[in-house]
């Protein structure tokens, strides 16, 4: 067994809802509500709105805001006000995986984000999305930010990686801010987590509801490592970070599935409870419904510890907007006060 860091006691002891600061934020395609944990540490109350009934479900059941169970629709009525608007639009229209069908694609979350945002008008927004948003459907993305920038938003637009904030994964992410000034992003912390740090307590252990990679796909992947020359084996590497969560690679069972290496040789899918730590999920987490559907939760979420810097940073945006000052001696008092 591979000895665990403070990695899971930071964790726990961060996100925990937060001294209150009177912000409140509406949390659009929620999920189960990983991008609301990181703003209620931050002492932000949420409200989400999520369509998948487990997911909803298990936002509310962890989170102080509640989730309402609605599939988000053009012309949606919100009945709570909001500082700040937040979500994750659907990535599978832009995704490098999927058909890349982008404004065509029936799941384009935008058009409802946007309509979202002139209704409320809140003082600031966020939204995050997959890296090829800015690379294949780049015109689209302009498209976006121009009718953000109709609505008396400032733009900020930058592809962060998780990995730099707290969370033992590779995972990049575009996110987009809008602003009235004085919006940061949060510098990277000077050091990154590993599988070890998240799950060294865990990733050498088998029992008996252990799922290992059949013979067959074992097989594929021995061919494979072969034909490509392959230095690196996408299992699960202790001194390093994981690769991206993904729903596909958590609850598919295929040969490119998250994936430990035991001592005897043998392949083993990772549990619910390892996928959560290395998405930065806290222990005390609870995800409902079925094995698959806790999977397609935990892949889909945004990790916890990335939001709550985002949070963060938000928080920082919006007290120097109270100010009027976009920094100097002022401000970082409150800053040091605040935090």
């Known amino acids: ?13 961060l996100l925990r809802p937060g ?21 209620e540490a931050a002492g932000i109350a949420t409200t989400g709105y999520e369509m998948v009934t487990a997911a909803a479900a298990t936002y509310t059941r962890n989170l102080q805001g509640i989730c309402h169970c609605r599939k988000l629709e053009r012309g949606a009525h919100y009945p709570a006000s909001a500082d700040i608007v937040i979500g994750g ?11 890349q069908q982008g404004i065509e694609d029936a799941r384009d979350g935008f058009p409802i984000f946007i309509e979202a945002v002139a209704s409320l008008q809140p003082r600031l927004f966020l939204f995050e999305n997959v890296p090829n948003l800015l690379r294949s459907h780049r015109d689209y993305l302009e498209l976006i930010l121009s009718a953000l920038r109709k609505l008396g938003y ?18 990049e992410r575009v996110v987009v801010v809008g602003h009235q000034g004085g919006f940061c992003y949060p510098p990277p912390l000077p050091k990154r987590c590993t599988v070890a740090e998240a799950i060294g307590d865990t990733m050498g252990r088998c029992d008996v509801n252990s799922r290992f990679l ?11 490592e072969q034909a490509s020359q392959c230095i690196n084996p996408r299992d699960l590497y202790p001194d390093r970070p994981a690769r991206t969560i993904t729903c596909r690679n958590l609850a598919g069972a295929t040969s490119d599935m998250q994936r430990i290496r035991l001592p005897d040789g043998r392949r083993r899918r990772i ?7 290395l998405q930065s999920f806290p222990d005390w987490f609870e995800f409902l419904g079925n094995e698959t559907q806790q999977f397609t939760m935990i892949g889909n979420a945004v990790p916890p510890m990335l939001a709550y810097h985002l949070a963060l940073a938000a928080r920082r945006a919006l007290a120097r907007e109270n100010l009027g000052v976009e920094g100097g001696r002022e401000w970082n008092g409150l800053e040091e006060h605040l935090f």
Do not use: H, W
């Open 1 to 13: 067994m591979i000895a665990q860091s403070n990695y899971a006691d930071t964790v726990n002891r």
């Open 19 to 39: 001294e209150p600061t009177g912000l409140q934020a509406i949390d659009l395609f929620a999920g189960c509500g990983g991008l609301s944990l990181g703003f």
């Open 89 to 99: 639009p659907p990535c599978q229209p832009f995704s490098v995986r999927g058909k």
């Open 154 to 171: 400032t733009i900020a637009v930058r592809c962060l990686n998780a990995v730099d904030y707290g969370v033992p994964q590779n995972r």
């Open 214 to 224: 059949t013979p067959e796909q074992d097989a594929y992947i021995a061919r494979y």
């Open 271 to 277: 549990t619910v409870r390892e996928a959560a730590r």
